[in-house]
């Protein structure tokens, strides 16, 4: 089970499994992940920016907190993020060349609260520019291709986070979605894709095509993964005045019982 390939196609709660019986160290998984990336990115080109120095800094906090016992609930895992959603110190590009030298200087409150969950980030998910497109041959750096065949497209405009997820590059990912630019990759990928309820998920930090469409939400292999995500990003923001002053529920509760 241990295998680079192996560890690298494991779905997000089954790794949390793995991580939380110490059967591997997040250090162990992060790796299995950036030799997948090195094997199949330069084919791929689903990330914009890889942090792999950020992201074993961080593979090394989760594992002093599995060690504790006091590990959150993404702990240890490999994350990708599209890069329209600001990043503290990580460049930000929106897939475009005017904005190729941009850091934010913080965190938008996904990024945030993925950071609380405890993820490990690998980079920033290659997209159309400024989220203008469905594609993602749009970008102003190079497209992505469709890991199932390289000659058709992922779709976009989020199709970088999808894209990595299909590959095995990323356990989980974040996209954005005005008029379908999560769930139609989703379904190129042939993977989970989740745009939530509008006033769910803050707003704040991502630099937005369409503010009142806008909307970011997860990319995994399945849906209890999604699930996952959507608790630890979902919740009222007070910085988004579109953000719902309302509890989100477990969204993991009605997994199982059908429709």
């Known amino acids: 089970m241990n295998s680079a390939s192996a560890l690298a196609e494991l779905t997000a709660h089954g790794a949390a499994v793995l991580l939380r019986r110490r059967e591997v160290s997040a250090v162990e998984l992060l790796e299995s992940v ?21 992201a074993r800094q961080q593979a090394i906090a989760a594992d002093r907190l599995l060690a504790a016992g006091s590990a959150p609930s993404l702990c240890g895992i490999p994350t990708c993020v599209k890069d329209v959603i600001c990043t503290r110190g990580i ?3 929106c897939g475009s060349r005017m904005l190729e030298r941009f850091v934010p200087p913080y965190d938008a409150t996904v990024a945030r609260r993925l950071n609380e969950a405890g993820i490990v980030l690998l ?32 779709g976009g405009s989020s199709g970088g986070s999808a894209a990595a997820v299909a590959a095995g590059e990323a356990l989980i990912s974040l996209g954005s979605d ?9 379904a190129l990928c ?11 998920v803050s707003r704040f930090g991502l630099i937005a095509f369409g503010s009142s469409l806008d ?6 292999h399945d849906v ?3 699930a996952l995500v959507l608790n630890a990003i979902c919740g009222h923001d007070p910085r988004d005045a579109t953000s719902a002053p309302i509890d989100a529920p477990d969204f993991t509760a009605g997994l199982g019982r059908g429709g």
């Not at 980079?123 to 497209?143: H, I, L, Q, R, V």
């Not at 042939?190 to 769910?200: A, H, Q």
């Open 215 to 220: 909307q970011i939400g997860p990319f995994s």
């Open 123 to 154: 980079g920033k998910g290659n997209m159309d520019e400024f989220a203008m497109g469905s594609s993602t041959e749009n970008s102003a750096f190079y497209p992505t291709h469709n890991p199932w065949d390289l000659a058709r497209v992922p």
């Open 190 to 200: 042939g993977i989970v894709g989740v745009k939530p309820t509008y006033g769910r």
């Open 34 to 54: 950036l030799e997948r990336i090195a094997a199949v990115e330069p084919r791929i080109q689903a990330y914009l920016t890889l942090t792999e120095n950020t």
């Open 224 to 226: 209890e993964d999604a």
């Open 178 to 186: 005005t008029g379908g630019s999560i769930r139609q990759p989703a």
């Open 91 to 93: 460049r930000t590009t």
